[in-house]
């Protein structure tokens, strides 16, 4: 993917490097500097440890530097992960699957989403300016119980592509993408809280 965007949307003002977020970023940081913004989305939803990761943030940010992420904390993926890590034959890729489903899937209500994030943001030294869990509905067809010969009228065929029962379970477990943050850090905002406006908190 690096060598396809380098030889393809190649820009003196753009480098194209890869960082694992999980992982000490001290390195990266020495070659490139530090960042006046950072930007993620649907990414940072496959990392192992959320508050490890916005630290490695915070570090790659300079006084004063931003950041916009957005990513999932509970989605039907996810879900499909655990249940297949009970099956065979897929049980014994367990350790794989399970890898792909953050702490946050388990945490059903927003409210407890919104703590989850609001304490690794902390942990992280960031100030969220907003800090939002948002949900949503899945919008799907549940085909009714008919018998053979009964046929659906035009109104009640399903929609393109195949939705089997698995789908039910989706209607239980909604997208939550979660945790859209603008955040600033926290050290050069203690310093000049009179100059920033209040953090906003919506639920």
Not at 135 to 147: C, F, N, S, Y
Request: aromatic share 10%; proline share 5%.
């Amino acid at each position: 993917m690096l060598k396809y965007a380098r030889e393809k949307y190649a820009h003196e003002k753009i480098v194209y490097d890869h960082l694992d977020i999980d992982k000490d970023v001290s390195a990266f940081s020495k070659k490139h500097g530090g960042f006046q913004r950072v930007y993620s989305f649907k990414t940072l939803q496959w990392s192992q440890d959320l508050s490890c990761t916005l630290k490695n943030i915070a570090e790659l940010l300079v006084p004063g530097g931003e950041c916009l992420l957005f990513f999932f904390a509970r989605t039907f993926l996810m879900e499909s992960f655990k249940q297949m890590s009970r099956l065979e034959p897929w049980s014994k890729y367990a350790d794989v699957l399970l890898r792909g489903v953050p702490k946050s899937h388990d945490i059903i209500d927003q409210k407890g989403q919104h703590a989850y994030l609001s304490a690794a943001l902390s942990s992280a030294g960031l100030i969220p300016y907003t800090a939002e869990v948002l949900v949503k509905p899945h919008l799907t067809w549940r085909p009714d119980i008919r018998g053979e010969d009964e046929e659906l009228s035009a109104a009640e065929q399903p929609p393109t592509g195949h939705i089997d029962d698995s789908d039910r379970l989706a209607q239980q477990v909604p997208d939550v993408e979660a945790t859209a943050a603008t955040m600033d850090h926290a050290q050069p905002l203690l310093r000049r809280s009179k100059r920033i406006r209040k953090p906003i908190q919506r639920f």
